[in-house]
């Protein structure tokens, strides 16, 4: 009787040991299952937090990339833009340089003619041949003719005509040419015109002394 209590409670505690085995046994798997879950969760969220860190550098760089860009185009656009103005510039600065070699010499040949007129004047009235006065008042007018001219030319040679000195918006069109070119064509225009008035007077004097010659012959005749 005792042997079999004895048995019994030998296979209980045994029974009891191998139960107690397997529950640690479990306790441990589930507390690895657990670190497991957890590893995952924290992967996961790594690698959800590092695709919205590139999409966001993506972002940004694409937007950085496109104002690089944009600016490029600026400096491009600006540095044609200048160009385009240099090489206007340098067209009004040869007209000006052009206009004004042929304005200087025209200026010269007038008071060169100026000056044989009044000396021709001059000695027809110390022959008495003929009456002076209409060709000395012509004469006159030719000489404030020339002097408008002289004054005119002088003003050309100050101004500027750059293209600095107008203030540009926006792009450079044919129209925009012409508007910075249309000022220095209006003065080589006006002082042309004056030019001619002056050839005019100065064409008035000598028909004047020529037709008193032609009556100082005619009534000596």
Avoid: C, W
């Avoid at 000022?183 to 080589?188: A, L, Q, S, V, Y």
């Amino acid at each position: 009787m005792k042997k079999i209590i004895l048995i019994q409670i030998l296979s209980f505690l045994i029974a009891g040991t191998a139960y107690a085995q397997n529950t640690t046994v479990y306790s441990v798997s589930g507390q690895q299952i657990g670190n497991t879950k957890q590893k995952i969760a924290g992967v996961r969220q790594n690698a959800q937090e590092t695709i919205k860190n590139a999409r966001e550098l993506a972002s940004s760089t694409r937007a950085s990339t496109s104002i690089e860009i944009k600016g490029k185009r600026a400096e491009i656009k600006t540095a044609v833009q200048e160009l385009v103005e240099q090489k206007i510039e340098n067209r009004i600065n040869q007209v000006k340089e052009n206009a004004l070699r042929d304005f200087d010499i025209t200026v010269r040949n007038l008071d060169n003619l100026n000056l044989r007129i009044s000396s021709r004047i001059e000695k027809l009235e110390a022959s008495g041949t003929i009456s002076i006065a209409e060709p000395r008042s012509l004469l006159e007018i030719a000489s404030t003719s020339i002097e408008n001219v002289r004054i005119a030319v002088e003003d050309f040679r100050a101004t500027d005509f750059s293209t600095s000195s107008i203030v540009l918006g926006g792009n450079l069109t044919q129209t925009t040419e012409k508007a910075l070119t249309q000022p220095i064509k209006d003065k080589i225009k006006e002082i042309k015109n004056l030019i001619k008035d002056a050839h005019s007077a100065l064409v008035n004097v000598v028909a004047s002394i020529v037709k008193g010659q032609v009556i100082g012959t005619t009534t000596t005749e």
